[in-house]
């Protein structure tokens, strides 16, 4: 056999192994530059995924107002149109808005035509309610594809946010074992006192407020660990911020 040929199986494989991290390894930058981390450890950034969420999301921004929280939320443009006034009490709470697309496809799978339909759509959506679209895009189920970068781009979106940790909080269960998996914050947080170099950065939390699959989602566990970790996270001198704040954009 050929050496070219006997060699050709590796090849396959190390190219689709490749593809795979840039799809989906949040730090991994294949596919065009991703935010994954804020400036500094003192700074957290909490964001939420596939709302708006008439069920939860009013809830959720009466906790966050009572710690003085500011969050970014990633919004599906469908459900954008089914509750306007609940976008605009998000913006008007001084949260910062995203795209999550417009129905939670898969962008790996979507060719360019698809991605421009997924991202304009949303886009479309969050600016007739909020006069202006966003600038940031959170990619359903964190995929990335080869023509991303180019269409978020002509869509006028300027980042593209991952995240630090995802604690798998998108399927109804108890409020304990996601209690659990939001420690690392707390203890990265006491590893890094109050004016240490910024190093590695701080966090940015990848939680939800919807459900993506349909409206209406139990998120009960979410609002029931942020009710814990939130005063323990201001206790601990954490900033809460905003994507923008951190990517250098305006208050969108």
Same mark, same amino acid.
């Given at each position: 056999?050929?050496?070219?040929?006997?060699?050709?199986?590796?090849?396959?494989?190390?190219?689709?192994?490749?593809?795979?991290?840039?799809?989906?390894?949040?730090?991994?930058?294949?596919?065009?530059?991703?935010?994954?981390?804020?400036?500094?450890?003192?700074?957290?950034?909490?964001?939420?995924?596939?709302?708006?969420?008439?069920?939860?999301?009013?809830?959720?921004?009466?906790?966050?107002?009572?710690?003085?929280?500011?969050?970014?939320?990633?919004?599906?443009?469908?459900?954008? %149109?089914?509750?306007?006034?609940?976008?605009?009490?998000?913006?008007?709470?001084?949260?910062?808005?995203?795209?999550?697309?417009?129905?939670?496809?898969?962008?790996? *799978?979507?060719?360019?035509?698809?991605?421009?339909?997924?991202?304009?759509?949303?886009?479309? &959506?969050?600016?007739?309610?909020?006069?202006?679209?966003?600038?940031?895009? %959170?990619?359903?189920?964190?995929?990335?594809?080869?023509?991303?970068?180019?269409?978020?781009? &002509?869509?006028?979106?300027?980042?593209?946010?991952? *995240?630090?940790?995802?604690?798998?909080? *998108?399927?109804?269960?108890?409020?304990?074992?996601?209690?659990?998996?939001?420690?690392?914050? &707390?203890?990265? &947080?006491?590893?890094?006192?109050?004016?240490?170099?910024?190093?590695?950065?701080?966090?940015?939390?990848?939680?939800?407020?919807?459900?993506?699959?349909?409206?209406?989602?139990?998120? %009960?566990?979410?609002?029931?660990?942020?009710?814990?970790?939130?005063?323990?996270?201001?206790?601990?001198?954490?900033?809460?911020?905003?994507?923008?704040?951190?990517?250098?954009?305006?208050? %969108?």
């Amino acid at each position: 056999m050929h050496p070219l040929i006997a060699a050709l199986p590796i090849a396959l494989t190390g190219a689709a192994g490749l593809v795979a991290y840039g799809a989906a390894y949040p730090r991994a930058q294949l596919f065009g530059p991703t935010l994954c981390r804020t400036a500094s450890p003192r700074q957290l950034a909490i964001t939420f995924d596939d709302g708006p969420n008439p069920a939860v999301t009013p809830q959720l921004l009466d906790l966050l107002a009572r710690y003085d929280a500011r969050a970014t939320f990633f919004l599906i443009g469908r459900y954008v %149109r089914q509750s306007p006034e609940l976008v605009r009490e998000i913006a008007a709470r001084g949260h910062a808005i995203g795209n999550h697309t417009e129905t939670h496809a898969n962008l790996f *799978w979507c060719g360019p035509a698809r991605l421009r339909a997924e991202l304009g759509g949303c886009q479309e &959506a969050i600016a007739v309610v909020l006069g202006a679209p966003p600038l940031l895009l %959170r990619p359903p189920y964190g995929f990335r594809s080869p023509f991303l970068d180019a269409a978020a781009r &002509a869509a006028g979106i300027r980042s593209v946010v991952m *995240w630090s940790l995802l604690p798998h909080d *998108w399927y109804p269960q108890p409020a304990a074992p996601l209690i659990r998996r939001l420690q690392p914050v &707390a203890r990265r &947080a006491q590893r890094a006192p109050q004016g240490a170099p910024p190093r590695s950065g701080g966090d940015i939390l990848c939680l939800h407020d919807g459900d993506h699959r349909r409206p209406g989602g139990d998120r %009960r566990h979410t609002l029931a660990a942020l009710e814990y970790w939130l005063p323990r996270w201001r206790d601990l001198g954490l900033e809460f911020v905003t994507i923008p704040s951190i990517a250098g954009e305006g208050p %969108r």
